[in-house]
């Protein structure tokens, strides 16, 4: 509109006038939006700092706040925030992973090595950012270079209603990390997910607390959860924790025949296997198996064995077996063969997955096809 | 400026009288995505139907589950991710264009079989627009067939020129360039707006190979063009001719586009679940729509230069403009 009213302008000079008026606009566009976001900024900081910092006091115990630095939390934050969306926690989780970073080297205890020390890190940071985003805490990709965040709001990264456990993410907030980090953290949502948050807690806590101005690792906190349940968890700790180590349960076989001797029974068959060499304690894996009339049975296998066949004799068939159903074992590298199934099904959320995909593929090819 | 506006009215006007050939069109795009999709959905049915965290009844993808099989996906599962839901995926895939992020290298097939299917399409919708009327289905698939050869050679040459620029002219720009202008601002909105700035230099550069392309087939329909090298040369020609003309439908039609982007992008805070994939293929039919409009536009531009230029002659699509549009 503009253009096509410049060009009903007959002289050079009210021309230029146009263009500056629109320039102008334009600046003041930007400056407006800038003092804006900064407005709105500054209180979601503070009140996502005051959040972290009594979630973690809460779980781990106190903080030294004088060693505090607030302006570097609001430098790390005003990276994330100069083109954020309203329902973009980018920002939030920046803050938080600020915070938690500043707490855990105000902490007192030297955590080494600075791989157990970033996965201390990155499984507090999760569950903080479970705490203080829950039921707002969705997806930000960033496009454009980087520079632009949307945020996709129909991928809830929040903990599920029925399950208190945090869920496990990589938040690209939180930075990057090395494979041993990363595995320190998930072997740290292990132990929560296997021994419950209340014991994890506070192993946790008299971990800090014990420690205190001293160097200190997994094997001391391995120590300590050894003291706390009375039972050497060493072994089992050291695997979870060793990157190298690798963990993988599943089911191999799953067979359910009539009987030859009774045609209204059947004789069902899970054959469980341990297909990586990492081992957990004994009697840690848990395995379900469902029948047709919807009854179903919970077995504890012993991580150990290599492998472990299971028999059932029932009137109805069964249908399903899973190992670790609840996904305890977050280590495990291969989630794709814990289950099988005698009665494959799609499920709903994946028909519609499917469906939103392939209207993806259409504007991909739409995209690309333009081009030529 | 009036006759490219001219040509966008007569272009959205022959695309409102083809309901049928919008629809159909539409179609033929679902199909061929479809194999593709149940390739996955295959795929997704062996991984996803046995895990546990998955109810049958659930309406949404179980976030760690999704986490895990990206982790693990190969091929075309690796493009199974988040940025596939609603309007993350125009965005995602406009922001992989812009900034010729790599992406898995089996979506080069469909893109490929896709483009093959347009080199057979265009024949038959731009020599229907041409005539103003109905072809019917023996006469669109014989004026596919017939211009099928050559456009196909059009787009490869396009092609080839595409992926010269992003193997150099984008190597450069958005690498030492870029890195030069953005090390000269102190704010990450002063670099992003750097980067602006380049991505409409490049698109520029996208913008003209595709125009080319577009105006080689329309040459070939509505002038004769028999070679790929004739039309090409033909397509440069009045590009050369009407600079004016071409930029402003170019510009007008991507307006349209942006409305449409934005348009969707509002609508699908609003609508989510199956009303959403709902939306997102209404946006693929609006920009189907688009495309043919662009196309038809293009058309009328070509004809009203070629009458302009040569008032006492008719061009070979007018001279028996057809029935009334049916299809």
């Not at chain 1, 965040?149 to 907030?173: A, C, G, H, K, M």
């Not at chain 2, 812009?98 to 731009?126: E, T």
């Amino acid at each position: 509109m503009l253009l096509y009213y410049s060009r009903t302008l007959r002289s050079r000079r009210q021309q230029r006038g146009l263009a500056f008026c629109g320039l102008f606009v334009i600046a003041f566009t930007l400056c407006a939006q800038t003092l804006v976001a900064q407005d709105t900024t500054a209180p979601r900081v503070d009140a996502t700092q005051n959040a972290t910092l009594q979630y973690l006091a809460d779980w781990f115990g106190s903080y030294a706040a004088e060693r505090l630095n607030s302006d570097r939390v609001a430098f790390d934050a005003r990276a994330a925030d100069w083109f954020a969306s309203r329902h973009d926690v980018s920002l939030e989780r920046t803050v938080i992973a600020a915070v938690t970073r500043q707490y855990l080297a105000t902490t007192a205890v030297e955590l080494s090595p600075p791989a157990f020390a970033d996965g201390v890190f990155l499984y507090a940071a999760a569950r903080v950012a479970n705490g203080v985003l829950e039921g707002r805490n969705f997806d930000t990709r960033r496009v454009f270079g980087g520079f632009v965040p949307y945020t996709i709001r129909s991928q809830s990264l929040s903990r599920r209603r029925t399950d208190s456990r945090p869920l496990v993410w990589n938040f690209e907030e939180f930075g990057t990390s090395t494979a041993e980090a990363q595995r320190a953290a998930l072997a740290l949502h292990t132990l929560e997910r296997s021994l419950g948050w209340a014991s994890m807690q506070q192993a946790l806590a008299t971990f800090f607390e014990q420690f205190r101005s001293n160097r200190a690792g997994r094997q001391e906190l391995a120590a300590i959860l050894t003291e706390q349940r009375g039972v050497d968890v060493s072994k089992p700790f050291a695997d979870l924790f060793n990157v190298a180590a690798n963990f993988d349960y599943g089911i191999e076989g799953l067979s359910s025949e009539q009987s030859s001797s009774n045609a209204a029974a059947f004789r069902s068959t899970v054959r469980l296997r341990r297909f990586g060499d990492a081992t957990l304690a004994s009697r840690s894996v848990p395995m379900v198996v469902s029948f047709e009339d919807g009854s179903e049975i919970t077995e504890w296998w012993d991580g150990r064995e290599q492998q472990r066949d299971f028999e059932y004799d029932s009137r109805s068939r069964a249908v399903q077996a899973v190992v670790d159903p609840d996904v305890l074992l977050v280590v495990d590298s291969n989630r794709s063969n814990n289950g099988r199934t005698l009665q494959p099904v799609l499920p709903r959320a994946a028909v519609r997955a499917i469906a939103t995909w392939l209207v993806w593929l259409q504007d991909v090819m739409l995209t690309y096809s333009s081009l030529v | 400026m009036r006759d490219a506006l001219r040509a966008l009215s007569a272009g959205l006007s022959a695309v409102l009288r083809s309901p049928i050939l919008v629809g159909v069109v539409c179609l033929i795009t679902i199909v061929a995505a479809l194999p593709f999709g149940l390739v996955l959905g295959d795929r997704l049915r062996t991984a996803l139907a046995n895990q546990p965290s998955i109810s049958l009844e659930a309406t949404e993808i179980d976030a760690e589950w999704w986490m895990h099989f990206r982790a693990r996906a190969r091929g075309l599962d690796r493009t199974f991710t988040p940025a596939v839901l609603g309007f993350a995926a125009p965005l995602d895939n406009l922001s992989a264009l812009m900034d010729g992020s790599p992406r898995p290298l089996i979506i080069a097939v469909p893109v490929a079989i896709y483009a093959l299917v347009w080199a057979f399409l265009w024949g038959g919708v731009l020599t229907r627009f041409d005539r103003g009327g109905a072809l019917g289905t023996r006469g669109f698939i014989a004026a596919g067939r017939r211009h099928f050869p050559l456009f196909t050679l059009i787009g490869l040459a396009a092609a080839t020129v595409t992926v010269m620029l992003y193997l150099t002219v984008h190597t450069v720009l958005f690498g030492p360039v870029y890195r030069v202008l953005a090390s000269t601002v102190s704010s990450e909105r002063d670099a992003f707006l750097w980067r602006v700035a380049l991505y409409v230099v490049f698109a520029s550069l996208l913008a003209a190979v595709s125009l080319a392309a577009d105006y080689a087939r329309v040459s070939a329909v509505c002038a004769g063009a028999r070679s790929a090298r004739e039309a090409i040369a033909s397509g440069l020609r009045f590009m050369r001719t009407n600079p004016a003309a071409v930029a402003t439908l170019y510009l007008a039609t991507g307006a349209l586009f942006v409305a449409l982007f934005v348009l969707y992008g509002i609508a699908d805070r609003r609508f989510g679940g199956w009303r959403g994939v709902l939306l997102g293929q209404a946006f693929i039919f609006g920009r189907l729509a688009i495309r043919l409009t662009f196309g038809a536009s293009e058309i009328a531009l070509f004809k009203q230069r070629a009458d302009a230029a040569h008032p006492h002659s008719t061009s070979r699509g007018t001279a028996n403009p057809g029935p009334p549009a049916a299809t």
